[in-house]
């Protein structure tokens, strides 16, 4: 055995030296202009940003660019995803990251050059506050009824200081991203504006409370609800990503209210979406007289959780519009 493998060997490499030198070396790929290598497109304002792209494709340039200014509002990539190009009549399949299928208003190609067969672009990108973003791309502005959560939270107060007026905006998913929609209009949320979305509102009919409205990461906590009417109250988990997930759906109840029960074997335990840094979690509580559907959500124990079908805050704003309801923004601290 030891001799075969020792020929075997030797065989191989006889082969792979023939290839070896019978195959024509690739030519090293040359220098990017210093300009692109030093990074020396420099923007005039502090809210604007500037994306670097670099391909043999002015198509997948522009789309390294665009996902260079995403990285840089998002701070983090999620995953990648696979896209079909048609340059000259051939179909190509080219890895992209995801944030270059993000919708960015008032991109501008700053500069573009073509080199050895390789397109380097610069891209900006104005990041307006969102209300005078906003202001310049709708042409046609329409005052108009809001979805009722909306109107409470933080960055719909703001934008209402903006318009002066209540406008119809929502809260949309796509491209695994975050945004308000105005008409046809998409606008990429940051994070620091998404957080604006969460909020306390209490409700007229029921009192909820949490055990501790301040937790340590691995704490253990409980509600309290109560209410002088009869019926249902479903309860839920809304993430600070917006994943929604179903605490309790439809725990029937009369007057007083503790989930989960002092008798249940189940409890809840604070976590943390990112555990470098501290948390904020949205718990909401809807009564219903009757017991409540929530097969559009999932449970929080499910595998599901998450994934991108338990993104759903959109959604649970809609139902909002429709019963009653509390919520509590609880921080979690590391």
Do not use: H
């Amino acid at each position: 055995m030891i001799i075969y493998k020792t020929m075997k060997f030797s065989f191989l490499l006889a082969i792979t030296l023939i290839l070896t030198s019978c195959t024509t070396p690739t030519p090293a790929k040359k220098s990017p202009p210093l300009w692109y290598k030093n990074q020396t497109i420099k923007t005039k304002n502090s809210y604007n940003y500037i994306g670097y792209g670099e391909a043999k494709t002015l198509f997948q340039a522009k789309a390294e660019a665009k996902s260079d200014i995403a990285q840089q509002l998002l701070s983090s990539v999620e995953s990648s995803y696979v896209e079909k190009m048609k340059d000259d009549n051939v179909t190509t399949e080219v890895n992209l990251k995801v944030t270059t299928k993000i919708d960015l208003e008032n991109i501008s190609i700053k500069k573009q050059f073509f080199q050895d067969g390789y397109y380097f672009v610069v891209l900006g990108y104005e990041n307006l506050d969102l209300g005078y973003k906003i202001k310049k791309s709708v042409k046609n502005l329409r005052c108009s009824r809001a979805d009722n959560y909306m109107k409470k939270t933080l960055l719909y107060k703001k934008l209402y200081n903006s318009f002066g007026c209540d406008i119809d905006v929502k809260l949309q998913r796509a491209n695994k991203q975050w945004y308000l929609k105005y008409d046809e209009y998409k606008f990429l949320l940051s994070r620091i504006d998404f957080e604006k979305l969460y909020i306390s509102t209490p409700s007229s009919l029921f009192d909820f409370m949490i055990s501790n409205q301040s937790l340590q990461d691995g704490e253990k906590f409980y509600f309290n609800i109560k209410t002088d009417k009869k019926g249902y109250i479903t309860l839920l988990n809304l993430y600070e990503n917006g994943i929604v997930t179903v605490l309790k759906s439809s725990q029937k109840i009369t007057k007083n209210l503790q989930i989960p029960s002092k008798e249940s074997d189940i409890y809840f335990e604070a976590g943390l979406v990112d555990e470098n840094r501290d948390g904020y979690d949205l718990y909401i509580a809807i009564y219903s007289e009757k017991p409540f559907d929530m097969s559009r959500f999932v449970y929080g124990d499910e595998v599901l959780a998450k994934d991108e079908i338990a993104y759903k805050f959109d959604e649970l704003i809609e139902i909002l519009n429709s019963y009653d309801y509390a919520t509590l923004l609880v921080r979690t601290e590391r």
